[in-house]
């Protein structure tokens, strides 16, 4: 099957959101589904491709929803909130850390198992993913285990990162004491949430966007967001992510904003070029961190124009 029809070609029907959860490695996963119309209750059963959203670190899988409502008439899309984070922070049973770095359940490639166990239990045997920032980072890393998998890749604000023991030992620093220091008065603070979001923003984004986001953050689940921090900037990572982008076997998308202070464009164009056959690369002007928040209408183009030259699977399962 040809690219599918996408948000610019027809108007939007009214999206319809379901929600349900699962249980992964002791923590009840989150998701929710924005379909237009009515979606099969049986997993597996949806009758278009699956596009599944996947979020970056301190936030929740709730600021993808206004851009999954946009596709919801060509895909069913799924959004999850990433075990520790957004409504999936209240564990069973918290994982226990293991002496074995290899054994670290808040290793990026742990989060890659997670997004695995969920797509099977929901019966999901080909999607395309969406990602963003560390989300991205765990997309990369399910594809290099599970291509197969996968009609198409889209990562938003990805990059690779070179190794500087220094400024990573005072980023880990710098990042605990932000993790430590959440308060739940602070986000009843006026103007705090536009401050909290001032380094991740070029361009404004609604207040109520913003707020969100701030809320997402006091509310991560203390060992995860410390032990994500750990696992995303880290000698690991900087040795592993170039690999791995190096093996997508998928049509991939790497967007990077003009102005992203987290992940500067030049480590994105710097993993697009691992793999030049792969990945397209589109630098969004005027954004930071936050492009298909930031510039609606040209993120979209953009996912648009690519997606038409990706042959999908007629059916998620």
Same mark, same amino acid.
């Given at each position: 099957?040809? *690219? ?21 490695? *002791? ?5 929710? @589904? &924005? ?12 009758? $278009? ?9 301190? *936030?929740?899988?709730?600021? @993808? ?5 946009? @596709?919801?008439?060509? !895909? ?16 069973? =049973? ?15 490639? =742990? ?15 080909? &999607? ?34 070179? !190794? ?42 609604p207040l109520a966007d913003q707020k969100l986001f701030l809320e997402d953050f006091l509310q991560a689940d203390f060992d995860a967001a410390l032990g994500t921090i750990f696992s995303a900037v880290s000698l690991q990572a900087v040795e592993t992510m170039p690999g791995a982008f190096e093996s997508l076997t998928m049509p ?28 397209? !690369?589109?630098?969004?002007? $005027?954004? *930071? ?9 040209? !993120? ?18």
């Amino acid at each position: 099957m040809d *690219g599918v029809s996408t948000p610019l070609d027809e108007p939007t029907i009214a999206a319809k959101i379901t929600e349900g959860s699962v249980e992964i490695r *002791g923590f009840d996963h989150y998701y929710e @589904w &924005v379909t237009a119309g009515s979606r099969p209750d049986t997993p597996g059963e949806s009758q $278009k491709p699956v596009m599944v959203f996947v979020h970056g670190w301190g *936030g929740s899988g709730s600021y @993808w929803r206004s851009t999954a409502k946009k @596709w919801c008439n060509s !895909y069913d899309c799924l959004i999850y909130d990433l075990r520790g984070f957004g409504r999936s922070v209240s564990p069973s =049973a918290t994982p226990a850390r293991s002496p074995n770095r290899d054994d670290d359940p808040y290793l990026l490639e =742990a989060f890659a198992d997670d997004l695995h166990q969920l797509l099977d239990h929901l019966k999901l045997q080909r &999607v395309t993913i969406n990602a963003h920032s560390m989300g991205a980072s765990i997309a990369v890393l399910f594809a290099q285990r599970w291509g197969e998998s996968l009609d198409a890749l889209i990562l938003t604000c990805s990059g690779i990162f070179e !190794y500087n023991k220094l400024a990573f030992e005072t980023f880990y620093v710098f990042g605990r004491y932000v993790v430590l220091f959440r308060p739940s008065w602070l986000g009843k603070l006026p103007l705090v949430p536009q401050l909290f979001m001032s380094r991740f923003l070029h361009r404004s984004i609604p207040l109520a966007d913003q707020k969100l986001f701030l809320e997402d953050f006091l509310q991560a689940d203390f060992d995860a967001a410390l032990g994500t921090i750990f696992s995303a900037v880290s000698l690991q990572a900087v040795e592993t992510m170039p690999g791995a982008f190096e093996s997508l076997t998928m049509p991939t998308l790497l967007i990077s904003g003009e102005f992203d202070q987290i992940i500067p464009p030049k480590l994105g164009a710097m993993a697009a070029d691992l793999n030049t056959e792969k990945v397209r !690369y589109q630098l969004i002007e $005027k954004t *930071g961190h936050f492009p298909m928040l930031e510039d609606e209408a040209t !993120y979209d183009q953009c996912v648009t124009e690519f997606l038409k030259s990706v042959p999908v699977s007629p059916l998620a399962a």
